[in-house]
């Protein structure tokens, strides 16, 4: 198993950055593709962005495509997603997640193929 632990989330106005990180603990990170997932009060989860174990595989959202950008350190243990440009309709939960590196790349825009989950950071952007 894999633990994850997001950090970096807060308040921004609108048009600001954030910088999220997840920290992996457990089995060998490089074992997993990663994801970002979000949750909007109300709203169901939705895929944000997703790397492959080694980092050649990249997938966003259309919502996030040019603003956001997924990477990750595998010698850290530590994927992040780099967030310019924001918008309040960016509000959300930010959860982490991870699959093993078994499953094809195709399911990864998909929330619901993760099998591990971090607890989430907040995300606010106010107008």
């Known amino acids: 198993q894999v633990q994850l632990v997001e950090s970096g989330g807060g308040l921004v106005q609108a048009g600001g950055s954030l910088r999220l990180s997840c920290a992996a603990s457990g089995r060998t990170f490089s074992n997993y593709h990663m994801g970002w997932v979000r949750q909007a009060p109300g709203k169901e989860r939705e895929f944000v962005a997703a790397?492959?174990?080694?980092?050649?595989?990249?997938s966003y959202a259309d919502s996030v495509k040019g603003r956001f950008t997924i990477s990750r350190d595998n010698a850290k243990n530590t994927v992040f997603l780099q967030m310019n440009s924001l918008k309040p309709e960016d509000t959300a939960v930010y959860y982490c997640a991870a699959v093993d590196r078994g499953q094809p790349i195709m399911v990864l825009p998909t929330e619901r193929r993760y099998d591990y989950w971090g607890q989430g950071t907040q995300v606010t952007v106010s107008s």
């Open positions: 790397i492959s174990w080694g980092g050649v595989y990249i």
